[in-house]
């Protein structure tokens, strides 16, 4: 199965080409019982990011078709597209959603939204199999971090949502979390107040967003309506009705 990735949750914009294989896939040619050369369900073939968080619109097609040349693949090959919806800021969440559900429309392919933490996430476990609870932390701005708390066997345990930092640590008590590290591009902000482990980002994204749509792409879930993390509403807000100068 041949999927696009997308995600514009935060400045770095990312798409990446992944294969992921079915289930009859992963037995073919092994005898019954032989799990000595089970094969890698998931292979990212391609992966193209870049890092502008104010040119999200201008980036994310030319990633895409930069990472499908890589790939040695053409839009029309693709399966399905696995979109991050964040938490994140208003603008560029909707550039990558809406850019996801265009081409799945256009395609006539199913397109699946997850929580780019939880990408997050699964890419580390993927990558480094953590032993505790861990975070994954992500600049939220007007002075706060996104935040998300899971556990080493992939469980989110607390979040994702927006928290000052000086907060962090008592909302963590409160649900009962107690982490061991951090990741993600967010874990400067609290490196202060949440002072442990802060292991490198060294998997992919797309592999764990992939991961994260993993069940409903491979037993063919129609998927739902794709709605973005926002957590907060936007900056921007709409004018309210003029005041007459004449008084009432």
């Not at 933490?117 to 480094?128: I, K, M, P, Q, T």
């Not at 469980?155 to 993600?184: C, N, W």
């Not at 490198?200 to 739902?224: E, F, I, K, Q, Y």
């Amino acid at each position: 199965m041949l999927l696009l990735t997308v995600d514009t949750s935060t400045p770095t914009v990312t798409a990446g080409v992944v294969s992921l294989l079915r289930p009859h896939e992963l037995m073919t040619g092994r005898p019954v019982g032989d799990t000595s050369t089970v094969p890698e369900p998931i292979t990212v073939l391609a992966e193209r990011t870049v890092t502008d968080a104010f040119a999200h619109a201008e980036k994310l097609m030319p990633l895409v078709r930069e990472a499908l040349a890589a790939a040695g693949h053409g839009l029309p090959d693709l399966e399905a597209v696995v979109v991050g919806l964040g938490p994140g800021p208003f603008t560029g969440l909707r550039v990558g959603v809406a850019t996801a559900q265009a081409l799945g429309d256009a395609l006539g392919a199913p397109v699946h939204g997850v929580g780019s933490h939880d990408g997050l996430a699964r890419s580390h476990l993927r990558s480094e199999r953590p032993t505790g609870d861990f975070l994954v932390v992500t600049d939220a701005r007007r002075r706060e971090v996104y935040l998300s708390a899971y556990s080493a066997a992939g469980a989110r345990l607390f979040g994702p949502a927006p928290v000052a930092p000086a907060a962090a640590a008592e909302e963590l008590r409160t649900a009962g979390v107690v982490p061991t590290s951090m990741i993600g591009p967010g874990v400067g902000l609290l490196a202060d107040e949440l002072p442990m482990a802060r292991p490198s980002l060294t998997g992919d994204l797309s592999s764990g967003l992939v991961l994260a749509a993993a069940r409903a792409l491979l037993t063919g879930v129609v998927p739902g309506p794709l709605t973005p993390l926002y957590l907060r509403r936007p900056d921007a807000a709409e004018p309210g009705a003029r005041k007459s100068v004449l008084g009432p």
